[in-house]
């Protein structure tokens, strides 16, 4: 059994600590961006069959951990995220005006916030990389804020970078004016801003934000990279704001996979990840017409449906997923809606 190493830090039990910060918060971001991916080796069946229950049990405790870390699947949509971003970094090195910025939009559990994190991922290796040992903070990522402010916005930025506690003393263009500094020193060139659906210009506040946030795309020699669902619905590009932000970013939308080849390529780069000890290779490939019945195309779905039905057979013993434990796992709600229900077939 191999497994990734675990974090010297624990509880009093003597188990190790899976609390990690949010990616919101510069030392979360920085684990996940140092963190390897999920590697889980089985046992020959002769040496499995032979665990002692106790041995058994945290044998498949570690199986469990590793099917519910969330596999990064290099879709179309990833690639093409992680092109145009690396392209619109590369154009705006030397811009001195306004750069241009990028936005994502799609339904729910598309994939947007995975590709925009693999995108600030790469980016930020290749940095180290290329200055190794430096204390650069190549990439921000942060989400707008709900009911957002200007001052709530220059918040989300401060807590990113672990400022000092803000007091009520400081004022909106103290607190920018700090982060703005803290972030030219630290030659940030990504800036990642998630649920940008929450801005809409066709409110006040979002009018408000949307000023805000233009100050420092105008102050940061940054790229801006925005994500959010189905943004072009959601008010982002009304009036005079909306029109300046659709012109300095380009849009890529993501969205349900139609069932074709790439989709078939998906579920088996799912079904290579599975550590089962009586799961018949092809088995999910097989049942690809069916999965996409289930998910309706999202990658989302498709991924929290086999790694759901992976624990459910380390639980009950099976060890292999069929159509028949598939059927019993519940997806999320907009999938459930949408896939007609399938009937069952009677006993005996």
């Known amino acids: 059994m191999v497994v990734n190493a675990a974090q010297p830090d624990g509880d009093e039990t003597g188990l190790p600590d899976d609390r990690t910060d949010p990616s ?15 590697i889980f080796v089985l046992l020959p069946d002769q040496q499995w069959r032979a665990l002692s229950p106790q041995l058994r049990e945290t044998y498949d405790e570690a199986r469990i951990s590793y099917h519910s870390e969330l596999q990064v699947v290099r879709t179309s949509t990833v690639k093409e995220i992680a092109h145009q971003g690396r392209l619109l970094t590369l154009l705006n090195q030397r811009e001195h005006g306004a750069r241009r ?26 940095i180290r990389q290329r200055y190794p040992g430096s204390d650069r903070i190549p990439v921000v990522y942060i989400t707008a804020p709900p009911k957002g402010s ?54 006040t506040a979002g009018e408000d934000l949307s000023d805000h946030l233009k100050y420092f795309t105008e102050h940061l020699p940054a790229t801006f990279v925005y994500a959010g669902i189905n943004v072009e619905n959601s008010g982002l590009f009304t009036g005079v704001r909306g029109k300046q932000l659709g012109g300095r970013c380009i849009l890529v939308r993501t969205g349900a996979f139609p069932p074709n080849a790439e989709w078939q390529a998906l579920v088996a780069s799912l079904e ?55 059927r019993d796992i519940r997806v999320d709600h907009n999938s459930e809606s949408d896939s007609p229900p399938e009937p069952r077939r009677a006993a005996g």
């Open 24 to 38: 919101t918060q510069l030392e979360g971001w920085r684990r996940f961006v140092e963190a390897d991916p999920a």
């Open 101 to 126: 910025g990028m936005i994502v939009s799609g339904q729910w559990t598309t994939g947007k916030t995975t590709a925009l994190k693999q995108l600030g991922r790469t980016h930020e290796l290749r």
């Open 150 to 203: 200007p001052r709530k916005l220059a918040l989300e930025f401060a807590r990113f970078l672990g400022l000092p506690v803000i007091n009520p003393r400081h004022n909106t263009i103290d607190v920018t004016s700090a982060v703005c500094q803290v972030l030219i020193e630290a030659r940030t060139d990504l800036v990642l801003v998630d649920e940008i659906h929450l801005l809409n210009h066709a409110t």
């Open 272 to 326: 290579t990840t599975l550590r089962l000890h009586r799961h018949q290779t092809n088995t999910l490939v097989k049942l690809a017409k069916y999965l996409h019945q289930r998910t309706g195309g999202m990658i989302g779905s498709l991924s929290h449906l086999i790694r759901a039905a992976a624990i459910s057979a380390i639980l009950d013993g099976s060890e292999q997923i069929t159509k028949t434990l598939l």
